[in-house]
């Protein structure tokens, strides 16, 4: 069994919703179990920043997928949740990366793991410590802006949260 956390976030439309449903089909993924969830984040937009502030969150998941199959399962996501890239780093329904899968080094065409920006971005670095406060991570959280926004006890409770 494969180790793995996702980073989620969403600056268009109901951002919840989409946060919400991203991790139900995570959920009903026979070949994926969500074992922790991070409470949710409000975070002012790093990199391309004349856009709607966005909601993140982590996740961490158990499957028997490869990293590849994974991000297929990720993208599909995206598109289910009509994803549509119009700007780099600019606004998006959704948006699913593989921050880490095992302690794996991978580098193709299609995928970087460790997520090749993930410790520079506050906005992935605090849930995922959140989550698994003994991960090792290396270099600098930078000071984007982060506001504690909803935190849930349970999956459950998040999945079934009327928004
Ligand atoms: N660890 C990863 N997780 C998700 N996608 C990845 C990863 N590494 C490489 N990719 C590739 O990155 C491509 C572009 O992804 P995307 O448009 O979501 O980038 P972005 O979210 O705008 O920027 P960033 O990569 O900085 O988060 C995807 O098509 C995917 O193949
Ligand atoms: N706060 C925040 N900023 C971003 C985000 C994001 O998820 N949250 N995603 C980006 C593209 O990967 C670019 N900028």
Redesign the pocket.
């Known amino acids: 069994m494969n180790l793995s956390y996702l980073s989620l976030g969403s600056n268009m439309g109901d951002r919840f919703e989409m946060l919400r449903q991203a991790v139900a089909q995570l959920v009903e993924h026979p070949a994926v179990t969500v074992t922790r969830i991070s409470s949710l984040y409000e975070t002012d937009p790093v ?1 391309y920043t004349d856009q709607e502030p966005f909601l993140n969150m982590v996740v961490q998941l158990e499957t028997e997928l490869t990293a590849l199959a994974l ?1 297929d399962v ?2 599909k996501i995206e598109q289910n949740l009509n994803r549509k ?1 119009l700007v ?2 600019g606004p998006r329904t959704i ?1 699913l ?3 880490l899968y095992n302690q794996d080094r991978i580098e193709t065409d ?4 460790p ?1 090749p ?1 993930m410790n520079e971005r506050a906005f992935v670095l605090i849930p995922l410590l959140e989550i698994d406060p003994g991960l090792e991570v290396a270099g600098t959280i930078e000071t984007d802006g982060v506001l504690l926004w909803k935190s849930y006890n349970s999956l459950a409770a998040f999945l079934q949260d009327v928004h």
């Open positions: 990199g991000l990720c993208q890239r780099r780093w948006d990366d593989i921050l299609r995928l970087t793991v997520h920006r």
